[in-house]
C-alpha cells in the first residue's frame, strides 16, 4: 500500500496485529503470508499487516500487482525494522528445527538462495491499538516464532484486550463499564 499513513491503518474498533517478516522472497515469509490469506476468515475482533524487508517493486513483482485482503507494508530500507529493534542472528540457529526441515529444504528445492553470511530477520509481532498504542510485543526467537495463522492472531489480541480491560480494572478499582443507577455511586470516587 502506497503512502499508508500509519495512524490512519490503527484507526478503527478493532487492534491491529503487525506481524514482521524477512523479505517477500523469503520461505519463511511466503509460507506465513500464505497461511494468513488462507484462514483469515478466522481472524476475529482484530486486523492484520503484515510487514516485508522488501520494496514495493520487488512484492508488486512477485504477485503480478495482486491486492491482498490486509495492508503488506514494504519496508526495503529497513527504517521500520530499525526504529522497533527488529533482531537479527547469522546463520541456520536462527530456523527451528521444523523451519529447517520443512521450509529450509523446500525452498532449496524451489531454487531459493540462502546466504549463510546475511543476517537473518527474526519475526516481531506487534499488536497496535488506537492513536498507534503499542499493546502487546513480541520479538521471534526463531523464524518461526510467529502466530501460526489467523486463529492464533485472534487468540493473541483478546487475551492482550483481556489483560488491558483487566489492567484498568485493577488501576480503577471502582470504575466500571456497567451501567449504574446514582445510589449505586454514592461514595465512589470519580473514575478519569
Sequence with gaps: MPENDFYGLCEGGRPLCMIFLPGFDHPVSREYIT??????PSLKGARLACVVRSSAQAVAAATRGSDFPF???CDGPGVLYGYLGVEQTRGLLSWSFAAQKKFYKAAKDAGYHYDKAAPQILPLTLVVG????ILFTHSGRSQTDLPEDCAAIAEIVKAVEAATVQAHADA???CSDETLTLPDLVGWARCG
Design 35 to 40: 497461511r494468513y490469506l488462507k484462514t483469515l
Design 71 to 73: 495492508p503488506v507494508i
Design 130 to 133: 488506537h492513536k498507534g498504542k
Design 172 to 174: 480503577n478499582p471502582h
